[in-house]
């Protein structure tokens, strides 16, 4: 079995990978379960965790796809009770009718149908995709610490259920989960720009401030020239609109108009 080390099962890690088991649980149970059943994901944990304190597993399905992708279903005893939940039919009926085999084969069908689901994710149709199913045991590597191999408990009604799935299917999902948040992120990037990018915001300049007295004020004239606090060379500010947000320059001319030649940024924010 080829894998990457596996990481620790952190929180965020461990509730991405819920949700999209859970998402599959519930279109699953859509078309296979009655109206009055209900399934969920119990639980969700490495499989070398849960080696520490259990038995052996053995497997009563192994569902094989390309690339060490596998999902194992566990072996288990309660087919026929099952099967009863798929058919509407008393568990007492389901358990000694002549029809007992065909009911424990379809309960089998369905569960193989959740492995193949769990196996391909949400990204890739599960009947586009060509399973191998054997009745072969799971990688005993597997088991060992850290191998990346999670193990799933499935509640149907008062039933569980456990699937094994292989570290490179668990990858994939991580994969996916990190690709997703990322696209997210650039689409929420590009609604920021397509925002803004029509706005407008005022932007006021100060080239100094002059102190006169009261009898140089009543005189004043035009053509008359007020000495400013600033020297020709020193900085001129401008403030922005927005709280917080200022710069230096210098002045000039550009295209026949007044400018400013930004020359350092003195923002509150930037500080």
């Known amino acids: ?12 890690i461990k509730d991405q ?31 070398s965790e849960y080696r520490k304190t259990h038995t052996p597993l053995k497997s009563l399905k192994m569902i094989n796809w390309l690339d060490d992708n ?12 099952f099967g009863a939940i798929l058919t509407e039919l008393p568990q007492e009926s389901a358990s000694w009718s002549l029809s007992s085999e065909i009911i424990s084969d379809a309960a089998l069908q369905s569960l193989v149908e959740l492995g193949r689901r769990l196996l391909s994710g949400n990204d890739i149709p599960y009947e586009n995709i060509p399973f191998i199913t054997t009745d072969k045991n799971y990688p005993q590597d597997a088991d060992r610490l850290a191998s990346g191999a999670l193990i799933i408990k499935v509640l149907v009604d008062e039933l569980t259920f456990s699937f094994i799935i292989s570290p490179a299917t668990i990858e ?15 689409v929420n990037l590009n609604s920021f720009q397509e925002a803004t990018k029509n706005q407008t915001i005022k932007a006021s300049v100060y080239i ?3 102190e006169l007295k009261l009898e140089e004020l009543v005189t004043i004239c035009i053509g008359d020239v007020v000495t400013l606090d600033k020297k020709f060379n020193d ?8 709280e917080g947000y200022s710069c230096e320059g210098f002045i000039g001319l550009t295209n026949g108009s007044l400018g400013i030649q930004i020359a350092r940024d003195t923002s509150e924010i930037s500080k």
Do not use: H
């Not at 596998?70 to 009770?81: E, H, P, R, Y």
């Not at 994939?172 to 650039?186: A, D, G, N, P, W």
């Not at 900085?235 to 922005?240: I, L």
């Open 235 to 242: 900085c001129a500010q401008m403030k922005f609109e927005a």
């Open 70 to 81: 596998w999902c194992c279903l566990v072996a288990t005893s309660k087919l026929n009770q």
């Open 1 to 12: 079995m080829n894998c990457k080390p596996y990481r620790l099962l952190g929180v965020r």
């Open 208 to 210: 100094g401030t002059a």
């Open 172 to 186: 994939r999902y991580i994969k996916e989960e990190t690709l997703e948040v990322q696209s997210k992120r650039i």
């Open 17 to 47: 990978l819920f949700q999209a088991f859970d998402s599959i649980l519930n279109d699953w149970g859509l078309e296979w379960l009655p109206d009055n059943s209900n399934v969920k994901l119990v639980s969700l944990e490495t499989l």
